[in-house]
Structures are given as C-alpha cells and as structure tokens.
C-alpha cells in the first residue's frame, strides 16, 4: 500500500540540489563545500532519526492492542496479564520505557523481540540481505524497463510511439500490487508453473516478487529518464556533436544518455532506501523471509522494540543512502560538465 | 491407513536408500511438504499461542498422554496415571526404553522438569498449570504430582505437553527450542521463526515405530502460509503435498483436480458475544432475543459456508456439557414484533469482526447485518486487525462482536470456567446462577459430573440469549495430493503427521 | 530531483505573451497523453453519475440465492447480473458504479486536503527559511522514512475506521511530496528578480507570496495533484486489503478487491471488475498528470 506515496516521494531525493550554491569553481572548494554540506547532512540525519525513534515510540502505543495481552491465552487473569506487562517492561511510565530503549540503542543494543524470544538484531540481521536481494533485484527489473521506455519515448518525443511508451509505463503504475501479485501467482505459478508461488531459495522465488515491487517503481524511472534525455538533446553540445556527424545512436547513448541518467541515479538511490515500504505486502504475500514480512509480523503481534528498530534502521539506511547518493551525485555532475 | 510399507528392517532400509534411492521406489525416502496456518514464531507451545502448535510438538517429542481429541486419553510418554482420592495428586509410571535425540535416557526427573517448568511466570500460555504444587520422584519411573487445588484439565494439557531434556535445557535455556531436544518420531533440524518454517527429520530409534506403522517420509518441511489461497496456489502448483483449513467452497474444485479431500465438523463455535452490562442496548433481554430470531443460521450454513452444523447450545455435540437441544428459533416477524416491544431507539449498535480468525467472517458478519436490520436492528459492522479486536473485546468496548472458540480434546473447560465464569470478554453478564455453576465446574475433576454442572449454566446461558448467541460450528477441509496417506486432521485443528505415507 | 524538474523547469515564470490560451489549447489537443487521459476521466465522472440511477438492485442488496453468480451479460437486458454477483449475491455492476464514487471522492478529497496543506507549508518554509524552513524540512524527512502503513493503522485505529477518518489519515501522510517541491520552487523564486522587484516596489512579505510565488508554483502542484489521485486510490485499496478500509456494507473498489481476493480462483469476476475500474482510474489521472507536465513545461514550446 503505502509502497506509492512512498516510492514517489522518495523519488524526489533530499535535499533539492536548486538550492545548491551555483557557479563553485575548482575542484578544491567543491570538495569543501562537500564535506561542510555533508556534516550538515549528518547533523540534520541526527535529529531525523531521533524524530523518528520518538515518533515510532509513540506510534506502537498509540494503536490498540497489548502485546502481552497477544502472548497469553484466552484464559489468563488480570493478575497475569500484569505480571507479563511487567516483565516486558510495559508497566513503567512511557518516558521511563522510551529512556530505557534509546539508552539500550547507544549501546549496540536494538531490543528484545519477545514475540520471537530472540534478539531484535539477530532477526533484523537475519531479515536485512534478503530485502536487499529483492530491492537490487526489483531495481534492475524496473531499470530494464524504465531504459528502454524512457529513451524510446524521449528519441521519439510527441509521436504514437512516446505516448505508447509512457502508457506501458503507467501501466504497472497503475495496479494494486495485491491484485498484481494475485494475478501473478495465478498465471505463472498455477497455471503455467514456470515459477514457485511463494517461499525463497534458488533466483526463481526472486522474480515474482520483484516484479511486483518494480511495476510500482519503474513508471517514475522512465518519467525521469525521459525528461532528462528531452531536457539533455536540447543542449548545444548534442546539437554541436550531430552537427559534427557523429552517429545518432552514439550521440544519444554516449552523450545524452550519460546526462539524463544522474536524476535516474537520485530516483533509484531513494527507491532502494525505500524499499522497506513497499515490501511490506508484497514480502507478506510471497513470506520472502525480509524486512517486510518481520515488521508486518511485528505489527500483528504489536511486538514493540521490533517494530521501533525496524522503523529505526531503515530511516537510517534510508538517509545515509540519500547522503551517498546527493554526494555521487554532486561529484558526477561535475564531472560530466567538466567533461 | 492401509498403505504399502517397506518390508525392510529400518537399519536395512537405510542402508539400501544410499544405493537404491533413485530406483527402488519402495524404499524411497520421501519429503512431505505441508502448509497450515500454525503460527510457528517460536516451537515452544507454551510461549507462543496457537492450537495448531501441538502439531508440530507431537512430531519432535513425546506427549506426556496421548488423545483422541474427542475426550479421551491413552498412554504417551506416561504410560500410566492414578489419581489420589482427593483429587490433589498423581501417581504418573514413567515409559522405559525412550531416548532423547541427543542419546539420552527419559526419566522421571525429565518429566518433573517438564511440568514444574510450566509455572514459570516467563511462560504466558502455562497459566492452568498454576496449582501443581510439587512433583517428587521416588524412583527414575515414577513422578508424583501434588495440586494445591484441584486441577481437572490436567490431562488434557498433558495430552498437549511434549517431554523436554531437563539436563540440555539446563545448559542452554534460551537456545532450547532453537532445536529442541526432545523424544519423538521427527527432530528438529531447521527452524526460522519470521517465515514460520520447520523442516524435520525422521529417527529411526523412535520407541514408537512398529512394523505396522513405520512411514517411508524421512522429511517433513511444515510452513506457516496464513492466507488460504496462497496455500492453495501452492497445493496446485506441485510445491506442497497437504494444505490445511482449505476453505468449504473450494474443496470442489481440489477434488476435481485430482486432489483428496478431508472434511470433519470442527470443534469450535462461531459465536456473537454480547455486551450486556447495564445502560448497553443488550442489556435488554427481548433485544438479544429479537437479534437471534433474526439471524437464519441455517441460511448461513447452506447458502454462504456450503458446508457445517447449525449450533443449538454453547458446546458442540461431543463436548462436556453438551446436551441435545432444539437450538434457536428464526422467526423474523417475531423479532421485529420483539424490537418494538423492546426499549431499543434504532441507533447504530457497533459490530466487531475480527480480520482473518475464522474463514469468511466478513460475509457472515455482513450477512447477519442485513438479516438484523430486516428486523429493525441497525448494526454497524466493523472489521478489525486481530490485535485491535482483542483490545476492544477484552475492553468491553463493543455492543456485539463475532469470534470463534476451539474446544480442544473436545473440552469446554475453558470456555465455562474463564470466558463465561470470568467474564473474559468483558460482557457485563451477571447471572449469579451461571457464576456459581463456572466456579463448582473449575474444581471439578470427574468428568461426568462435571459435564452435569457445565450443562446446568449452559441451559441459564440459552433461556437468557446472554452473554453469547452461538451460529455455527464450521467443516475443516485438508487437501492433499493423491499418494500421501496416514495423517490425521482431529476435529480441533491439532493434526497427526507421524504415521504418514507417500507413494 | 523531482524537485529540480518540476521546480526548475516549471517554476520559472512563462511569459505572459498574448495569446497563452489559443497556445495551451493546441497543446492540449497536441499532447495524446492528456487528451487520452482525460478521457479515462471523464469515463470516470460518467460512470460516477451513472451509478446514481441504475441497476435493479441497489448495491448493498443482498441475494443468497445469486452467490457468486457468472456474468449474464446482455441476457437479462439491463436488468441482470451483467457482470455477475458477488460473494453475498450483490450485483457486481451496480458494487463497482457506486464503489467509484466513494474511491474517487475519497482520493479528491485527501488530495485537496493534502495539497493545502502541503502548499502551506512549503511556501512558509520555502519563504521564511532558517529555523521554520529547518523544522517543517525534518518533519518532512521523517515522514517520508515512515511507511505509510504503520501511520495510518495508528491513526485509524485511534479515531476508528470511517469515511472521514480515512480521508484525514491519508491527507495527513500525503501532503510531504508537495511541501517539498512547493519549498524547492519557492526557494528559487524568493531569489529572483521578480520578487527583488516586488520588494522594491514595496509588496508587503503577503502580497509577494500570494501575488508573485504561489502562481508559480500553480503548475507542478497541478501535475503533483493529479498524479496523486492515483496514488491515493491504490493506497485506500492497501488499507482495505489491511481491514483499514471504509466500514460495509458500503462499496469501494479496495474493499472489493480486498474482500473478493479469495474467489479469485473460482469466481474472477467479482475481483477483476472493481481491478479494472480501478486500473482505469489510476491509469486515466496518471496520463492526465503526464498530460499536463508536458503542456505546462515550458520546454516542450516547440
């Protein structure tokens, strides 16, 4: 659900470069200039994530339910119930309960997950490589799409051809990822049985349910990629190098292209950071064993120091990724003028 | 169960297998993959809630008695029981010649820890296990049991209590049920809590195997899958042999496929809980009986479920207290003639429905809002994420709402003693008959006069339609491809794989 | 970097030649996105109207009997299952005609309530900066860390699931994208000669925003808006899917899709018409979205 606003306002990258100083001469200032902005970076990703630890705190108790409640059987009394509450730390003051967390996190340590009775960061550590396996893999399905559509619509701009390419890309768009996956496991599972249903193992468990976090990503990608390259075949240059005879297929790919990715970087970059959202149903529908399966168990079982340092480590890959990216891209931009 | 079995020695089947396993189909070590809905976030029955569980603690260890799950038990890893006359103590004979998957003996310290460890506050499933005082071992065969009180499901959880390794879990508690050590037919040999998967091996040392009832399934991978037609995509894809909770309406179609179809009354009840408590719309009586007048169970039954028993009394037949009964009437006039006569004004009265319990519940819930309403009775129906339906429920905070409850080993203990003697759901129901009939019921160990005094509050509970309307008990359906045979699905959702074949 | 294509390329002010509308209708008619859009759209609307006055049955009329009927199409005249009936015998048609106008009134809504929100808030951070514009920027990246999901289950959960619940939840998780480029667009315009101009003339802090930011920042809203329909519609389907949806008997296409899931299988056309509807939806603000970037960017002149 959430994987689209999600998807999208990620895509508009942090902190927007029109706010860059303009015109930074050699190379050393813009070093500079690099690292003053990155230790603000850093200093703001600080107060980010302390806003969202609070605001995940508050969050997991806002909503009914109580965990310990969820633990117990239907006949348990009173008496129990607040035995278990304390025992999970649950009678103390919120304040009391957000110190003794955060205090904890200072010291490596990310909770006690008492749904699974095991360490909240043995399960996220277990969890994390296999959504990033189905992030990169859904990153290069929906560029495998978004390349072809975006140049094809861009080199052809305001033809049928641009107006199909941009339909395709809607398309995926434009599906409920329930539906799609649905719809998936129904043709290519069921009834062709080319790939498993659902579970993980081998690449063929990986296709499906990166197909489906990519059909929600890819349509951004090609919108960029094809402003970008519009934007880029207007230049003087790519003018300048047709003039000069150099194939057409070499001006667009060499040089246009080379331009109109560095937003498709921006738009990738975030889409990775937020993989975590958009893998929350499809990883439930496919019990890919990530990120997205845990929190959505964690949610059911309101299991609160896994859910807060689930939210808490993916704001922070999240931001860091944003940071890594702004600064490749800062460095790219540059190098591409240069050159 | 009558199926082809190797006619090798075990010790000879194996050692064939590593030769032969691609050719001699006879001597095959098969995988049998299933899918249910067990939550499998943890193997230890007793931290985690879920029936199912027990399925899965029947395979890595030993019961301490078996069940039929219809009431009655026979020897498990206690190969006898005898009872003090007060009722506060027994005497368990502990099974000789078991071994425990890391070589080591069962003896009654095991049995001892096993149980004492169920008192542990840690442990929050274990509750009615509160009252064993003490156990004692006279001897390496013998554990006595001393109560405090009376505690007349004693069996009943035994029948649900795997035998545990008191000397392993003492050297690594928190790792225990990582892999737990236990006595059983299967070990543990995989176990991911996130994706609810467990894959075991069969031992070929089990106590248990005979001649006659030795399986040719060496693995068993059992997955959580809670969503019905994943599980089903997965049985007609090929990845799975057996499916469990396979919705009524679908059973058709798998059969058609090819596939077979188990299908048995389940032992719980649909039922719609009423807030009663004074100054709430069913705290009058004619409201509550115009409610259950309007609702045409069997339309529910025949038309929305295809399949199940209509409920004429708060247990279901084969249960302790259960007596035969006419059930409810459908009378939809009469119970518009009741809403007139009744003080209720019209206003929306709110209706919980807890999301993914009980198969179709949304249907039903909105069927019984349209039958209601035909009646003059305005529900505004609600569908709530299960955590969410617990805390409103267990508040209070509900004019009705539907759940359902599984009597497991056909025992309503629970039911009469917490949920209706305790008023576990908040209903604000104050009969002092039914209090005092819950009460004499939770001390009562003999069964039959038990069965008496259960039968007493239940018939309190039918002329008051209060603090619960009971609808239906539903049909469970497991799916399996053809060639697996010998697994046993007991009408309380608790399944039997050891004994399995497949061709 | 949305914020820089949208902000940079549309927040420039166009010139005000005459003629500026003679010129956005042919590029209106020009733009085969836009024209295809709008008329998904307007199939929309239509539908949306149609739906007050058809069907033999209303939509929440219950038929056991009926049960996951097939489609009859035309064989019944109009007055048939013509799409079939769903798992409680209820005509599908009739479901999916009143289903588009509480989904699409729904979306309106949130995006309306969203956009102000989010133009509010970008224009003071964009405007004022220093520790307001740090401020709302920090709630901003906060909230785009958050799944939408974990917030909206708090927040339903808390004020109860219902029709205006469900709009307040999602306006207040929808409104980020547009503070952020609103503040982009504003931030580069609070620098430019327009608005040094206006100072100089004397405009009061209130009558530059009003008069001279916030037309600017007209266009990328417009296409933001628009796309945003869209999205809010798929999310609305993933809180039903979640049981967060608006409560029954009243029909959305989420709720269809989310409660028809089961019989997906046996009975597809209790969940493939409330898809398609919703596809269409989707899809038609979408094209409109793209439609109107390309008419509105100003590098798409020629």
């Known amino acids: 659900m959430g994987d689209n606003p999600a998807a999208v306002g990620r895509a508009s990258g942090p902190g927007s470069p029109a706010q860059e100083p303009e015109g930074a001469g050699a190379a050393r200032s813009d070093l500079r200039a690099l690292t003053g902005q990155g230790m603000r970076r850093v200093l703001q990703t600080r107060v980010v994530l302390f806003g969202i630890s609070v605001i995940a705190f508050a969050l997991v108790r806002l909503a009914p339910g109580n965990p310990a409640a969820l633990l117990m059987p239907v006949d348990a009394t009173a008496e129990q119930l607040a035995a278990m509450e304390a025992r999970m730390g649950l009678d103390q003051p919120p304040v009391v309960q957000y110190f003794r967390y955060v205090g904890n996190l200072v010291r490596g340590d990310f909770g006690y997950s008492y749904f699974y009775q095991q360490d909240v960061a043995t399960l996220i550590g277990r969890a994390l490589p296999n959504t990033a396996l189905l992030g990169f893999a859904a990153m290069l399905i929906s560029l495998g799409i978004a390349i072809p559509l975006g140049m094809l619509a861009a080199i052809r701009r305001g033809t049928v051809w641009d107006s199909m390419a941009m339909f395709a890309a809607l398309i995926g768009q434009s599906m409920s990822s329930v539906w799609l996956a649905v719809l998936l496991v129904l043709v290519f599972a069921v009834k062709l049985g080319w790939l498993p249903t659902s579970g993980s193992g081998g690449i063929e468990y990986i296709i499906l349910p990166a197909l489906c976090l990519a059909s929600q990503d890819y349509a951004l990608s090609t919108r960029m990629l094809r402003s970008g390259m519009i934007g880029a075949l207007g230049q003087d240059y790519i003018m300048a190098a047709r003039a000069r005879g150099i194939p057409k297929r070499r001006v667009h790919w060499q040089y246009a292209f080379k331009n109109a990715a560095l937003p498709l970087l921006t738009v990738v970059g975030s889409q990775i950071g937020g993989v975590l959202a958009g893998s929350l149903i499809v990883e439930r529908i496919f019990n890919w064993p990530g990120i997205g399966l845990l929190m959505a168990n964690a949610i059911a079982a309101r299991d609160f120091q896994l859910i807060q340092s689930i939210l808490l480590i993916s704001g922070l890959i999240y931001t860091v990724l944003a940071l890594v990216v702004d600064a490749l891209y800062t460095v790219l931009d540059k190098r591409i003028v240069a050159s | ?503 | 970097m949305l914020t820089k294509n949208i902000g940079d390329t549309l927040g420039n002010p166009t010139d005000p030649a005459p003629g500026r509308a003679a010129i956005l209708r042919k590029k209106m008619l020009g733009s085969k996105l836009f024209v295809i859009g709008l008329c998904g759209v307007t199939i929309i609307v239509l539908a949306c109207l149609l739906g007050l006055w058809s069907s033999h049955s209303g939509p929440d009329q219950m038929n056991l009997a009926a049960r996951l009927k097939a489609p009859e199409w035309f064989s019944e005249g109009l007055g048939g299952y013509i799409f079939g009936a769903d798992q409680l015998g209820r005509d599908v048609v009739a479901r999916v005609l009143i289903g588009s106008r509480y989904s699409i009134s729904i979306a309106l809504s949130v995006v309306l309530c969203g956009t102000l929100i989010g133009v509010t808030l970008g224009l003071v951070a964009g405007y004022v900066g220093g520790v307001v514009d740090a401020a709302i920027m920090r709630v901003v990246d906060i909230m785009m860390t958050l799944p939408t999901l974990i917030v909206a289950l708090s927040f339903v959960a808390v004020l109860g699931a219902s029709i205006q619940n469900l709009i307040i939840v999602l306006s207040l998780t929808s409104w980020v994208l547009t503070a952020r480029v609103v503040r982009g667009s504003t931030l580069a315009m609070r620098g430019s000669d327009y608005v040094s101009a206006a100072r100089v003339m004397g405009a009061s802090d209130w009558q530059i925003v009003l008069r001279e930011v916030l037309p600017n920042v007209v266009p990328p809203i417009l296409i933001m808006a628009t796309q945003q329909i869209g999205i809010i519609l798929l999310t609305e389907a993933g809180m039903s899917f979640l049981g967060m949806g608006i409560p029954s008997p009243t029909p959305s296409w989420g709720g269809m899709i989310a409660d028809g899931q089961a019989y997906m299988a046996t009975a597809p056309w209790v969940v493939i018409a409330p898809g398609m509807a919703l596809m269409l939806a989707v899809l038609s603000f979408n094209l409109l979205g793209d439609g109107l970037r390309d008419i509105l960017d100003p590098r798409s002149a020629n």
Request: include cysteine; glycine fraction near 10%; aromatic fraction near 10%.
């Open chain 2, 1 to 503: 169960m009558g199926f082809i079995r190797p006619k090798f020695g075990t010790f000879a089947a194996l050692g064939f297998t590593a030769v032969l396993a691609c050719t001699s189909q006879g001597l095959a070590q098969e995988t049998v993959r299933i899918q249910g809905i067990e939550n499998m976030a943890g193997l230890d029955r007793y931290a985690v809630n879920g029936v199912g569980q027990d399925s899965i603690a029947m395979l890595w260890g030993d019961m301490l008695v078996s069940s039929d799950h219809n009431g009655n038990y026979t020897p498990g890893a206690i190969t006898e029981w005898l009872w003090a006359d007060d009722g506060l103590s027994v005497t368990l004979s502990v099974r000789g010649g078991v071994v425990f998957n890391n070589g080591e003996p069962m003896t009654s310290e095991d049995i001892a820890f096993t149980i004492l460890r169920l008192k542990s506050p840690e442990l929050p499933n274990a509750r009615a296990w509160d009252v064993v005082d003490t156990v004692e071992t006279p001897d390496a065969h013998t554990a006595v049991v001393r109560f405090s009180a009376p505690m007349p499901i004693f069996l009943n959880l035994a029948s649900r209590t795997p035998v545990l390794d008191a000397s392993a879990f003492a050297a690594n508690p928190a790792g225990y049920f990582a892999a737990p050590i236990g006595t059983g037919p299967y070990a543990v040999v995989e176990f991911d809590g996130p994706t609810g998967t467990v894959v075991l091996e069969k031992k070929d040392d089990w106590w248990g195997w005979t001649d006659d009832n030795q399986t040719n399934v060496s693995t068993i991978q059992y997955r959580y899958s809670p969503a019905e037609q994943s599980r089903i995509s997965a049985l007609l894809a090929g990845e799975v042999d057996i499916i469990q909770k396979v919705p009524v309406n679908e059973a058709k179609r798998l059969e058609d496929e090819g596939f077979s179809i188990e299908s048995y009354i389940e032992n719980s009840q649909v039922y719609i809980g009423l807030r009663v408590k004074e100054g709430s719309a069913f705290a009058d009586p004619l409201l509550r009986q115009a409610l259950s007048k309007s609702i045409d169970r069997q339309a529910i039954v025949t038309s929305l479920l295809g399949g199940g028993r209509v409920s004429t009394w708060p247990s279901m037949p084969g249960s302790v207290g259960y007596r035969e009964n006419p059930g409810y009437d459908y009378d939809p006039q009469g119970a518009a003639t009741l809403v007139q006569q009744s003080g209720y004004d019209g206003r929306a009265l709110n209706f919980y429905l807890p999301n993914g319990l009980f198969a179709q519940g949304k249907e039903i819930g909105e069927t019984i809002q349209a039958m209601a309403a035909g009646s003059g009775i305005n529900l505004a129906v609600q569908t709530l994420e299960t955590a969410t339906f617990q805390e409103y429920i267990s508040a209070g905070n509900y004019d009705l709402y539907m759940n359902s409850f599984t009597m497991v080993n056909a025992d309503s203990f629970t039911q009469i003693t917490s949920l209706i003697g305790r008023d576990r759901f908040n209903t604000g129901y104050a009969n002092p008959e039914v209090t005092r009939l819950a009460g004499e019921a939770g001390v009562a160990v003999d069964l039959e006069k038990r069965g008496e005094i259960t039968a007493e509050a239940y018939r309190h509970i039918m002329n008051d339609f209060a603090p619960g309307l009971y609808l239906y008990e539903p049909t469970g359906v497991t799916a399996s491809a053809s060639g697996v045979s010998g697994f046993v699905s007991f009408p309380d959702m608790v399944a039997d794989f050891r004994f399995m074949h497949k061709d």
